[in-house]
């Protein structure tokens, strides 16, 4: 009877500890993501190269990242946009290319970009164009939200 009694206990100990320490494992591995929102472009160099320097520091930290540039940024992601600088920053260039190294989605607004003048085949390689699906996609964990 006392063997009966502790393997009770035993199995019921589990069915309460065994739940607790899978969710623990699985929300480990749900990583939180930042999604930053960039209007300005060349006519703001701080707050366009803070953005991305933003977005490469937090993706180097393991966070899920997503860049979408409306408005003026549309205009530094084309093929041909000339380089931005600024001191105590890396280059546009820089941030950009090391944001395809790290595989960051950044986006562009298609409308924004029609009324720059810009296409699809213009845009910087790793660069697309934002479709809705993609904003809810990047990340599984809390959405911390930065505007620049």
Known sequence: MKNISIF????TVL?????????DSSAIQIRDGVFIHLSHGVDSPHRLLMALK?????????KDVFVYCDI????????????V???????????????????????ACPTCMRI???????????VKVAQRDLFFSFTKGRILSLDY
């Open 72 to 83: 003026e940024a549309v205009k530094v992601l084309s093929l041909t946009a000339k380089n």
């Open 116 to 126: 720059a003048g810009i296409a699809e085949q213009d845009l910087r390689t790793g």
């Open 54 to 62: 933003m977005a490469v520091t937090m993706a180097e930290g393991q």
């Open 15 to 23: 069915i309460f500890i065994g739940p607790v320490h899978a969710q």
């Open 8 to 11: 009770l206990l035993f199995i």
């Open 85 to 107: 600088s600024m001191k105590g920053f890396p280059t546009l260039h820089e941030l950009l290319t090391r944001l395809a190294e790290l595989k960051v989605p950044i986006v």
